[in-house]
């Protein structure tokens, strides 16, 4: 390696620097950066240099791959701007819908005839909380007697800049696009220029870090959303981490992925359901 620590620091990033990144970051988190995203990996590298003070990136890379004090800290940073943390509330009605409609009354209606009155169901890859607090409105809205359940939703994301926003729940008016009126007086407190999320959600839900390179130990989920997360991984993590997944479900437990992300070729131990747009993967 030391061939690179030669080279001097300009701001183009080289192939080689661009492949070590890459290995790492893929190692790390699962993040499959294609030769395109070179630029992209160069700004968000550079964005880093300059809090830290580093300026040539091969250092950059000893301190987040090294056994320094303080390189933990500087990979969590350097993981934080790498995730792309797009999201909306009640993203992908359709699919919401199906949980509402289907999903939901079909899990609620078993559990009861079992006595069964728990329910988990996991967001994993939520961004600022957005996909948690929707689902825990739907459940409000479905469950009229939500408080004799023992409800979790669990909440978490690789990036702890969204997590802590989603811990927050303050969203200014401009993000609340998807939330009608009734779902803003009944669940948000206006102040000033935005919208607080109301406790009645927020009792609900549990926000941690989790890399879902790693197991967390979780069983018996219910339900597990993991929209829009997977597209950035390869097949091969893709199947780790559905694979994980499979084993974190209840019997006939139920995994949203993004409606463009398909388990086809990746797992065949879920049943496919399609219903008016919506799609889910129920385990076999
Ligand atoms: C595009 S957002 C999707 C948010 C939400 N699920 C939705 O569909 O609106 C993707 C999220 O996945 C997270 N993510 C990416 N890689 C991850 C990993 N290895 N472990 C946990 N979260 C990860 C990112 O930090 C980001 O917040």
């Not at 199906?98 to 961004?127: M, T, Y």
Request: net charge neutral.
């Amino acid at each position: 390696m030391s061939f690179i620590s030669s080279l001097p620091s300009s701001n183009a990033m080289t192939d080689e620097e661009f492949r070590l990144f890459k290995t790492f970051v893929y190692d790390e988190c699962g993040i499959n950066l294609k030769p395109e995203k070179k630029y992209f990996l160069q700004n968000r590298v550079n964005q880093r240099m300059r809090v830290t003070g580093i300026k040539s990136y091969y250092r950059y890379y000893k301190l987040i791959t090294g056994d320094g004090a303080d390189y933990k800290t500087e990979l969590l940073s350097f993981l934080d701007v790498l995730t792309i943390n797009e999201t909306s509330f009640y993203r992908n009605k359709p699919q919401l819908d199906l949980f509402q409609k289907v999903v939901l009354p079909e899990l609620l209606h078993s559990k009861r005839a079992k006595n069964d009155f728990s329910l988990k169901i996991w967001s994993a890859g939520c961004s600022t909380g957005q996909e948690p607090y929707t689902i825990a409105m739907i459940l409000n809205n479905v469950m009229t007697d939500i408080k004799g359940w023992k409800v979790n939703i669990l909440a978490s994301d690789l990036s702890l800049t969204v997590l802590e926003a989603a811990q927050q729940g303050i969203y200014p008016k401009a993000k609340t696009d998807g939330l009608d009126e009734y779902s803003l007086k009944r669940y948000f407190i206006e102040k000033g220029d935005n919208f607080h999320v109301s406790d009645e959600l927020k009792r609900i839900i549990t926000f941690d870090f989790h890399n879902l390179m790693y197991d967390n130990g979780f069983s018996n989920i219910d339900v597990i959303f993991c929209r829009n997360v997977l597209i950035y991984f390869d097949t091969e993590t893709q199947k780790e981490v559905i694979g994980r997944f499979y084993q974190c479900l209840a019997p006939k437990g139920y995994l949203f992925p993004g409606h463009t992300e398909s388990l086809q070729g990746v797992n065949e131990n879920f049943v496919f359901i399609h219903k008016d747009r919506g799609t889910v993967y129920q385990k076999k």
